[in-house]
């Protein structure tokens, strides 16, 4: 579209209003009254341009048609002037020959050419045997895409049924799998719960193992040993227990006692010493 005009040219407004004019009287009505904005005018002119020359352009083929009207009047005018002359006149002829050039005539505006030679005519045949080559072959491709088409559109149609038996069979486990979620949401918060209650238990623990003096130098295989060791060590004590047991039936005997009770104590401490090197040796062990 053209750029607006400004509201005050004064020559577009009146051929916009000489071109309003001249539509609503060809019709026998009236202009109606409107504002001539700066956009009405733009719009209105160039639809006056255009029609004006489409109005132009279309006197001038009308004319052409006039002309080439009155030329074939001419010409069949003088056609039937020479054939009245020949004693061909159509009045003259026999109804089957009229008839027959009639259908000649016809055929020959059906095949679109412009005289009635036999060679016209086979070239108008050819060009539409060509032409039925050319529609069946086109028809075939139409054909096979067309089974293409009608398989692919079975195929199509078998995976929707089968989708909407797939989304049924879902539409009716969504129940149960909601319960099974809900159940499993239940065990979650459960555990959730539990763990957090399990942790603050380790803390617990922890903290109380930490007071009582616990490392991690004290495993459950260390005192395993350890405890083996200890057996090993009431058997081996035992005996000198047994025999310290048996000397208080004595009578008492000074010095014999506190020989023996010297006896003893060296025992005594060469079994503890004995204790204390095993629990050294299973310390560093576990390290």
Known sequence: MADLPPASDPTRIAEVKAWLASQFDAVGK?????????????????????????????????????????????????????????????????????????????????????????????????????????????????????????????????RLTYLKRTLAQLEDDVAPCEAQMENWNTNLRVIASKEQQYLQQHANYKAMLNRRGYTPDISHGVLVQMAEHRKELEKTTKPIMDTLRSYQDLPPDKALAALAIEDKKRQYAAAEKYLEDVLQSALATSE
Request: charged share 25%; aromatic share 6%; no cysteine.
């Open 30 to 158: 009236d202009v109606p009254e409107f504002e001539y904005t700066p956009r009405a005018v733009a719009y209105l002119h160039n639809l006056a341009t255009l029609s004006q020359s489409k109005t132009h352009a279309s006197s001038i083929v009308a004319n052409d048609f006039r002309i080439k009207a009155s030329e074939y009047r001419s010409q069949a005018a003088r056609i039937r002037e020479i054939l009245e002359n020949a004693g061909l006149a159509q009045e003259s002829l026999q109804a089957n020959v009229v008839s027959s050039a009639q259908v000649l005539a016809n055929v020959a505006n059906l095949l679109n050419i412009r005289d009635t030679e036999l060679s016209s005519f086979l070239v108008a045949m050819g060009d539409i045997s060509l032409r039925k080559t050319g529609v069946e072959e086109k028809r075939a491709k139409v054909q096979k895409e067309f089974k293409v088409l009608l398989d692919f559109t079975r195929k199509a149609i078998a």
